[in-house]
Every structure is written in structure tokens, then in C-alpha cells.
């Protein structure tokens, strides 16, 4: 990732991030459909969490089983939701990763502004940062 970070450089890297937070909106505008086709299920599931045969039921509903052993088994809501989390984990974990590979090629090959940079994060009391989440390793 550090090559990558490298050949795409600092605007290479945020037009990428803006890219990955696109595709992370994309999939919870997914998740969100998901939930608005399957609303009273998940309602009554809230409310009847303590009854087993009927949280059986609502399992077989949300699962996507189907009763017929010869059709071929649909993945269901619940197969869905978890592999669009899966999906917005991975993006951002790239995001992450592609950040640090970026940070790291910064301290390679201009060691003298990521130092000034990190003096001046330094310097600045908690009320007059503007970015409280940027990091700097020590």
C-alpha cells in the first residue's frame, strides 16, 4: 500500500477516500431498503424476542429458508445485511490502512513538514484544534 500511497500521492489518495465514502454510503443506502421491505418483521421480532416459536418463525422469515429442500436456497435479508456490513468493514479498513501508507511515505520522503505539522498539533490547546481525530505517531 505504501507503492500505492507513493504513485497516487496526497490528492490521489483523497480522491480515493472520497470514492470509499461514496461506496460506504451506497451500501447503508442498501441496508437501509433492506430494513424499510422488512420492517414489521423486525418490529415484531423486538417485541416478541422472549417467545421461542415465535422468534422460530421470524427466523425462517428473515433467514430466506426455504421449506422445499429441492429449490435452490436464496440468500435471505439476514445474509444480505451481513455481507453489506462485511463490505463496509473491508472498505473502511482500506481506508485506514491506505491512510497509514500514506503517513508513512510522508515521513520517508518529507520528514522536515510532517515534523512541522506534528509540532504545531502539539502546540495547540484541545479547543483550537480544528481536526480532534488526526493522529501523529511519536
Not at 441496508?31 to 416478541?48: F, M, P, Q, T, Y
Request: glycine letters at 4%; one cysteine or more.
Amino acid at each position: 500500500l505504501r507503492a500505492l500511497a507513493q504513485l497516487l500521492g496526497p490528492y490521489g489518495v483523497k480522491y480515493m477516500s472520497e470514492r470509499l465514502v461514496w461506496h460506504v454510503a451506497s451500501q447503508i443506502t442498501e441496508l437501509n431498503k433492506i430494513v424499510n421491505e422488512h420492517r414489521d418483521a423486525l418490529r415484531l421480532a423486538r417485541s416478541c424476542f422472549d417467545k421461542p416459536d415465535k422468534m422460530r418463525e421470524l427466523l425462517l422469515q428473515l433467514s430466506g429458508d426455504v421449506k422445499d429442500k429441492k429449490q435452490i436456497a436464496v440468500s435471505g435479508p439476514m445474509e444480505s445485511v451481513l455481507q453489506r456490513v462485511t463490505i463496509i468493514g473491508e472498505i473502511l479498513s482500506f481506508h485506514s490502512l491506505l491512510h497509514a501508507a500514506l503517513h508513512d511515505v510522508l515521513e520517508r520522503r518529507l520528514p522536515f513538514l510532517v515534523s512541522i505539522v506534528k509540532d504545531l498539533y502539539d502546540s495547540t490547546d484541545e479547543h483550537n484544534r480544528l481536526v480532534k481525530s488526526f493522529k501523529i505517531d511519536s
